[in-house]
């Protein structure tokens, strides 16, 4: 167990390209667990909002921009919500059961994700990343099968989750500082453009 966690945690740190990062991240949790969908999500806390970094479906990354950020749920409703709130993980045998006990409004568990013809996550794995104490997003792994996952599963996420959350972050640093200075190439090549141009 400790040698499958080194060699995830060896894989998911070796890069800071967002894309790259988030493959690997898939890769690690999906070989060592059922895993027949998992998703990365982003918690704003001055803004409340919750935002979809990066979801996988029977091993495809679909585009994000179907998923719009969302507010966090209001004390005692939504699953993710909850772990958000709680900062403690959850280990969801009757994911349908659970979300109705939720009463949330919203569920990743439809054809969206699946790409099925109606909803068939049965069971769940929801893991809050945190930085500095506070929570900065979760890591959610979805499957067919009632059951699916045993404490054992919830264990070994949890053991990745330090590294998957400094990776997402060092990822996000790393795409910031590239737009800022992408930006800032262009606005040295528009200053020195309108120089010759005077």
């Known amino acids: 167990e400790l040698s499958v966690l080194y060699e995830a945690q060896k894989e998911i740190s070796n890069t800071l390209e967002p ?23 982003s918690f704003k806390k001055e ?4 935002k979809v970094l990066a979801i996988w479906a029977d091993g495809v990354r679909p585009s994000i921009k179907e998923y719009p950020e969302l507010p966090l749920a209001p004390e005692g409703f939504g699953i993710q919500s909850q772990v958000i709130r709680s900062g403690k993980s959850r280990l969801i045998l009757d994911y349908e059961q659970q979300f109705k006990l939720s009463k949330s409004n919203y569920s990743y568990n439809d054809e969206k ?24 997003g979760t890591l959610q792994v979805l499957s067919y099968e009632k059951n699916a996952f045993s404490s054992d599963n919830l264990r070994m996420l ?8 400094a990776a997402t972050v060092n990822a ?25 141009e005077i």
């Open 19 to 41: 894309d790259v990062v988030f493959d690997n991240i898939y890769k690690s949790v999906s070989a060592i667990m059922p895993c027949d969908s998992m998703i990365i999500s």
């Open 47 to 50: 803004e409340k909002m919750i």
């Open 113 to 136: 994700i699946s790409g099925k013809a109606k909803s068939l996550y049965s069971s769940a794995l929801l893991v809050p990343m945190k930085l500095g104490g506070d929570v900065i």
């Open 158 to 165: 949890e053991s990745l989750t330090a590294p998957i959350t």
């Open 172 to 196: 996000g640093l790393y795409q910031q500082a590239q737009t800022e200075l992408a930006e800032k190439q262009k606005a040295q090549e528009a200053l020195s453009k309108r120089n010759e």
